[in-house]
């Protein structure tokens, strides 16, 4: 049994429309497993890794830990015991340790593998004043830095033995795992006064039996194939997300045309240029063809409001929030003509976007010596004068999250000196596509909001600072109401 489909709503808003009309208040619980549910992959493996290759384990711990794992998958070692076997070799560590890295295996594997739908399903509960835990058989060190990037306070988990910030290699029964989740739940239930009959479990696997029994509203996500079959049985409704791990055939192929289609672009765009005479309209043509080829393609329904602003004030400073590398399709197939942007200097030697970029007159600067960047600007000033737009990431980096990372000068001194105005650009969900590090693209709705152009004649390099944040505080508030409003 799945989820209804109603005509003309997102996936998040059809994910969510079940929350978001149903009882709010604190007493409502909604609980979450933490592997396969919240992000796709294991914690545990991502961690493994971190302290592998931080040397902290040995090629025969790694050996002494799969054979512990294949044991317990076997039935032949209870859970508490499994977590002894492979948490033994961290005896006589800090704590403190472990903490750092859980953090960085976060960082590194995990935060661009959190379900876009998850996050959703998160946010939903929380504006309707759910109480809001993870409920997980890993340890604090593997759920902690989930649990802070969703902002998830409530956190039940397996414990492992600590005497003075200094582990001794046991683990705290109860573990947290099978039977031991419901008596987590009934805990947390106890402590707020949860009407578990109205609360919610979300979790992947079938050992979260006992707990899925005791909610009135069981939800598996991404189910195991005996969760699936208990599911169906019960009539509990399902969901499977694809938005990250494995890609299917479909979003290979789709990414493969989004690349392919740069060829026929170029040559639309050369034969406009030698038919107008004007190198500005060759590249104007093919932008505007591979941004609305690609983008089809891709499978991005890009939907766009305060599209006015786009083109009531030219030249001008476009910014965007930067968390894809989607959004230069996007903004080719907004702004459509007369524009060129500043990027990296690495650019400059892609053997397929570096020869495009520079002949498109994009200003590329040295992002490790502030110096030669401030220097190299020259041109861009020189391109806004000559009525040419520009395009630049205030944030100077993709981020892994939807957080808006602090905001680089450049792009506001630019257009003081020009004398043009700021146009921001906020884009959301464009991470549902594709986030940083990934390589194929998936299907989803992204929007931007186009806000008014914000004029910098008045600016000073005294009130700059306040300028600049004035602007990333209209970025944040317009992300958390588009959360707000799924």
């Known amino acids: 049994m799945g989820y209804a489909q109603r005509p003309g709503m997102t996936l998040h808003e059809q994910l969510t429309h079940e929350i978001r009309t149903g009882p709010p208040g604190s007493r409502v619980g909604a609980f979450f497993d933490l592997d396969q549910t919240l992000f796709a992959g294991f914690s545990a493996t991502a961690f493994t890794r971190d302290q592998f290759s931080s040397g902290r384990l040995s090629p025969r711990d790694l050996l002494d ?31 403190s340790v472990l903490e750092e890295a859980g953090q960085r ?44 990037e969703l902002g998830i306070e409530d956190v039940l988990f397996t414990r492992l033995a600590v005497e003075d910030g200094v582990l001794t290699g046991g683990v705290v029964r109860p573990t947290c795992y ?21 609360s919610y479990f979300y ?13 009135g509203r069981p939800r598996p996500l991404n189910p195991t194939r005996r969760l699936a079959q208990i599911a169906k049985e019960r009539q509990w409704p399902v969901r499977r997300f694809t938005s990250r791990g494995t890609p299917t055939v479909g979003d290979v192929v789709r990414t493969g045309l989004l690349y392919t289609a740069l060829a026929p672009s170029v040559g ?27 983008a089809s393609a891709a499978g991005i329904d890009l939907r766009v409001e305060g599209e006015e602003h786009l083109w009531s004030h030219r030249p001008a400073v476009f910014i965007f929030n930067h968390q894809s590398g989607l959004e230069m399709i996007l903004l080719l197939k907004m702004l459509r003509r007369d524009f060129t942007g500043i990027a990296k200097q690495e650019l400059r030697n892609n053997p397929v976007f570096g020869p495009l970029f520079r002949a498109s007159g994009v200003v590329f600067v040295d992002r490790s010596n502030t110096a030669k960047a401030i220097q190299a600007l020259g041109p861009a000033v020189e391109a806004l004068r000559h009525g040419r737009s520009l395009i630049i990431a205030p944030e100077g980096t993709r981020s892994k999250t939807p957080t808006v990372g602090p905001f680089k000068k450049g792009a506001f001194r630019l257009a003081m000196e020009a ?14 596509a594709l986030p940083k590090g990934a390589a194929i693209v998936r299907p989803a709705v992204v929007e931007a909001v186009v806000l008014e152009p914000i004029a910098t004649s008045s600016w000073t390099l005294d009130t700059l600072e306040h300028h600049i ?11 958390d109401e588009s959360e707000e409003g799924l």
Do not use: C
Request: net charge negative.
């Open 65 to 95: 830990s799969a054979r512990a794992t294949l044991s317990f998958s076997l039935g032949k070692m209870g859970f508490s015991s499994f977590v002894t076997a492979t948490s033994a070799v961290y005896r006589g560590m800090k704590e």
């Open 469 to 479: 944040e004035d602007v990333r505080n209209r970025y944040i508030e317009i992300l």
């Open 178 to 198: 099978g039977d031991g989740k419901a008596e987590a739940a009934r805990s947390l239930s106890a402590k707020y006064d949860l009407d578990l009959e109205q």
């Open 268 to 294: 639309f765009g050369v034969a406009a240029g030698l038919l107008n005479r004007s190198k500005r309209e060759a590249f104007n043509v093919m932008g505007s063809v591979w941004g609305d080829v690609a």
């Open 203 to 215: 979790s992947d696997s079938h050992e979260d039996l006992p707990l899925f029994e005791i909610v």
């Open 419 to 432: 004398g043009v105005p700021i146009v921001p650009i906020v884009f959301r969900n464009v991470l549902d």
């Open 105 to 148: 295996a976060f960082d590194q594997y995990l935060a661009t593998e959190i379900y876009p739908e998850s996050r959703a399903l998160v946010k939903a509960h929380q504006d309707m004043g759910h109480t809001v835990a993870i409920i997980t058989s890993a340890t604090r060190y593997q759920a902690d830095p989930v649990a802070k």
